[in-house]
């Protein structure tokens, strides 16, 4: 059984940083791109953050851009996202997802894109 556990939310002030990981397991994704999304309350899911499958290509939404950085260990088949300098709007659930087709780069900001969603991890920033 696939799975991708997201882990690391929590509630952090704003302008401090926070760490979320992705871990997956049932099959290796080391080949495969993986991205971040969140939803905020009443919204609707946005994209975050892309990495493709070796870690050489990194796309960002505009609102994160220069203040998160998406990395990703193949060798423990684990994808991050590190936070810096968060603010209130980025109070969100955060999902990661992995691309179901291997050394595949589609469009990236979109879901429908993605294969396999974890179940998300809060996380929320106080002003």
């Known amino acids: 059984q696939v799975q991708l556990v997201e882990s690391g939310g929590g509630l952090v002030q704003a302008g401090g940083s926070l760490r979320v990981s992705c871990a997956a397991s049932?099959?290796?994704?080391?080949?495969?791109?993986m991205g971040w999304f969140r939803q905020a309350p009443g919204k609707a899911r946005e994209f975050v953050a892309y990495i493709n499958w070796s870690g050489s290509s990194t796309y960002y939404a505009d609102s994160v851009k220069g203040r998160f950085t998406i990395s990703r260990d193949n060798a423990k088949n684990t994808v991050y996202l590190q936070m810096n300098r968060v603010k209130p709007e980025d109070t969100a659930v955060y999902y990661c997802?992995?691309?179901?087709?291997?050394?595949?780069?589609?469009?990236?900001?979109?879901?429908?894109?993605?294969?396999?969603w974890g179940q998300g991890t809060q996380v929320t920033v106080s002003s």
């Open positions: 997802a992995a691309e179901a087709r291997a050394y595949y780069t589609g469009l990236y900001f979109r879901e429908s894109e993605y294969g396999y």
């Open positions: 049932g099959r290796t994704f080391s080949t495969n791109a």
